[in-house]
Every structure is written in C-alpha cells, then in structure tokens.
T-cell receptor, first 115, second 110 residues
Framework: NAGVTQTPKFQVLKTGQSMTLQCAQD?????MSWYRQDPGMGLRLIHY???????DQGEVPNGYNVSRSTTEDFPLRLLSAAPSQTSVYFC?????FGQGKTEAFFGQGTRLTVV | GNSVTQMEGPVTLSEEAFLTINCTYT??????LFWYVQYPGEGLQLLLK?????DKGSNKGFEATYRKETTSFHLEKGSVQVSDSAVYFC?????????FGKGTRLSVIA
C-alpha cells in the first residue's frame, strides 16, 4: 500500500516548456486535489476532482490542466511553464467521512523550478 | 467563503517548553478541523482532527479542542522536543477540498 505517489520529485523546466506531474493513489479514494506551496502563502488549491470524469478549478487554476480518467490517477499538466510556476506541488487523495467532510493524504511533493 | 487564519511564525522554543499555535476559522457550515504537520523535505501528515464542537483531537502529545463559540482550534503541547521542529498547518473541511492556513514554522532548540 504505497498511498499517494508523485513523480518526479524534482524538475527543472525552461520557460515555455510543457510537462505533466503524475499522481497516483492506491487507497480507492474518491477525491483528489493538487496544491502548490509557496513561502508565506501556505497551500493553495489548483484543481480538484470528486470522482473519475469530474474536475473543478481551485483558487489558482490558470496555466494548469487536469483530467481524471481513472479513480487512481490525477495528472497535472503545465501548458507553457512560466517562472511564476516555480513552486512545490503536492497531490492529495481524500476520503469522505460524512456530510462532505474529508481527510486528506498527501504525496511527497514535486519541486519544480522554471528558468 | 471558508478560511483559516493561524499565527505567523517562525516560533522558536527551547526543548521542554510549552507550545501554543493559534488557529481561528471562518466557515459557512459546520466544518471538521485538522492540524497537519510537514517535516523538512516531506509531504503533509495528519497530526490530529476534531469533527464537532468540544471534541479534543490528540496525537504524539499534541492536543487541540474544537471551540465553536470562538471559532478556534489552537494546537498545544506541554513539552516540545527537537524532533517536533516542523511546519504546522491548520485546516478545515466543510465541503471538499480542504482549506489550509498559511502554516507556522516551529523550531525547537536543545
């Protein structure tokens, strides 16, 4: 039982390049989310999904795309990388324990640098 | 909308000192409340949670009580250790997904 697995752990991109951050969970959770963590800003929600085929935007969605074709996988795509997207990215997998309340499990993070 | 405000850091304490990290929240509904901890170079781990008013969550010597009347969920530990050095995040869940505070960095020195 690996939990939430993110790849890669580190990545350097040039401005304008595209890439996909991978996230997989083996806990059969319905909900998955992507956050970015920046100094002094805490965790900000990029996109989330409440089930296969369903995604929605979070607080900072611009420049990112997601899809959820299976319960297990929730990749995050950077369409055209910009220096402002330099950050640490965390994927989370969540289950509901009733009335819309969820508990999240996090991956180890991807540290992305855009030069 | 929902939001979480926690005290600014960094917080520096000597080993065996008492710790309090303040957290208050704003929510439209009746949220569940969490504290997550992030050790250096790692992802976030759940430290404790509380799902209704007056519930006390506890783990590893840390405690927090859900106070609906003051909309607070302050984290406390009676005697911190060097190994408690980390970033602590308060969070709420009223509807998916979680909303986080900005985090408080704790450094404990021997």
């Amino acid at each position: 039982n690996a939990g939430v697995t993110q790849t890669p752990k580190f990545q350097v991109l040039k401005t304008g390049q595209s890439m996909t951050l991978q996230c997989a969970q083996d806990m059969n959770h319905e909900y998955m989310s992507w956050y970015r963590q920046d100094p002094g800003m805490g965790l900000r929600l990029i996109h989330y999904s409440v089930g296969a085929g369903i995604t929605d935007q979070g607080e900072v969605p611009n420049g990112y795309n997601v899809s959820r074709s299976t319960t297990e996988d929730f990749p995050l795509r950077l369409l055209s990388a910009a220096p402002s997207q330099t950050s640490v990215y965390f994927c989370a997998s969540s289950y509901s324990f009733g009335q819309g309340k969820t508990e999240a499990f996090f991956g180890q993070g991807t540290r992305l640098t855009v030069v | 909308g929902n939001s979480v405000t926690q005290m600014e850091g960094p917080v520096t304490l000597s080993e065996e000192a008492f710790l309090t990290i303040n957290c208050t929240y704003t929510a439209t509904g009746y949220p569940s409340l969490f504290w997550y901890v992030q050790y250096p170079g790692e992802g976030l781990q759940l430290l404790l949670k509380a799902t209704k008013a007056d519930d006390k969550g506890s783990n590893k010597g840390f405690e927090a009580t859900y106070r609906k009347e003051t909309t607070s969920f302050h984290l406390e530990k009676g005697s911190v250790q060097v190994s408690d050095s980390a970033v602590y995040f308060c969070a709420l869940s009223d509807d998916t997904p979680l909303v986080f505070g900005k985090g408080t960095r704790l450094s404990v020195i021997a």
